[in-house]
């Protein structure tokens, strides 16, 4: 193994994962101790998350580029980038608005808010340490199944459940979903402005279909019978947590700024805000129909893993 091998290893490790998190937490609590987190730390925040999240990104990029004769790996890992991408799309449009407000010094804020915007920090930093994690158990397997895998058989149809995975996880089912929340999106933007109920009804939706996504995912870990399947289901169920844990805290905050901040305080709001509220909607709903095609092959790439350890066994 060479030096970018190595580096590739430690980077993985769990325990590199946790000092990540705990510096994470330490770099927070040290900012937030006047109560306040002034431009240079939200700056030195952001830009920390986007070098981080587009680091994550080109590594599965150039993963998926690898050649391989299991090209189910190259799936997963295309997969996993695009919904890395969305995620970092939505960082980087969040701390645009966020910064604006701050250099302007026109943000109001509710109380504790600094807290609330901790917790959202670490949560998704957290998300990208389960996508790293799961990304590590994936390099080792696409390395290590370097086998023709076109031999595989179809798998049985199965019974209703089958069928409904199948609809589910259906890129037909994606666009349907995708399509649906531009327009509900677009809709709601028609007068320029979101108001509480469309932005209850949208933070909703997200809250749905992430834990509905992430009790299926889990519920993949327990079924799948491979240990290296069931770890990058583990760490992709975890990103999923973090980021539906996210969606949670951003949603109450947004909610309460609308009931009792914006309409006593007048808020200047960023120019176009309400384009770059639906933008960030869109990446987040993007993300989450990421996760239920990476369903399907994930599922399929269990039963192929499995095929190839008996293969291997028989020779």
């Excluded at 101790?33 to 990029?61: A, K, R």
């Excluded at 391989?68 to 995620?87: E, F, H, P, Y």
């Excluded at 608005?97 to 943000?107: D, S």
């Excluded at 930093?125 to 370097?146: P, S």
Aim: glycine share 6%.
């Amino acid at each position: 193994m060479g030096t970018t091998g190595k580096l590739e290893e430690i980077m993985m490790d769990w325990k590199t994962l946790a000092v990540i998190a705990i510096v994470t937490v330490g770099w927070r609590a040290s900012i937030s101790i006047d109560h306040e987190i002034q431009l240079w730390e939200s700056v030195c925040s952001g830009v920390v998350l986007l070098i981080f999240g587009w680091g994550i990104f080109g590594y599965l990029y150039r993963m998926s580029k690898r050649d391989t004769s299991w090209l189910i790996s190259n799936k997963l890992a295309q997969g996993i980038a695009i919904s890395v991408a969305a995620l970092n799309l939505y960082v980087l449009i969040y701390y645009g608005m966020r910064w604006y407000t701050l250099l302007e010094g026109t943000e109001v804020s509710m109380p504790q808010d600094y807290i609330l915007r901790n917790v959202r920090y670490a949560v998704l930093v957290l998300a990208y340490c389960g996508i790293i994690w799961a990304t590590g158990y994936l390099r080792k397997m696409h390395d290590n199944y370097m086998l023709v895998t076109k031999d595989i058989p179809e798998r049985r149809i199965g019974g209703a459940q089958e069928a409904l995975f199948r609809v589910i996880t259906d890129e037909r089912t994606v666009i349907v979903i995708l399509g649906t929340a531009f327009l509900w999106r677009a809709i709601i933007s028609l007068d320029k402005q979101i108001a509480l109920w469309e932005c209850m009804c949208s933070g909703i939706g997200l809250f749905i279909l992430g834990w509905v996504l992430f009790g299926y995912i889990s519920s993949l870990a327990v079924r799948t019978t491979r240990p290296s399947v069931a770890k990058i289901y583990q760490g992709y169920a975890f990103a999923l947590s973090a980021v539906n844990i996210y969606v949670l805290i951003y949603y109450a905050m947004r909610w309460y700024s609308l009931i009792y901040v914006v309409p006593a305080s007048g808020e200047t709001l960023v120019p176009l805000d309400f384009v770059l509220r639906d933008v960030g909607f869109f990446v987040i709903a993007i993300y989450f129909c990421t996760a239920i095609i990476l369903a399907k092959y994930l599922e399929k790439a269990s039963v192929e893993c499995e095929y190839l350890v008996k293969k291997e066994a028989a020779a």
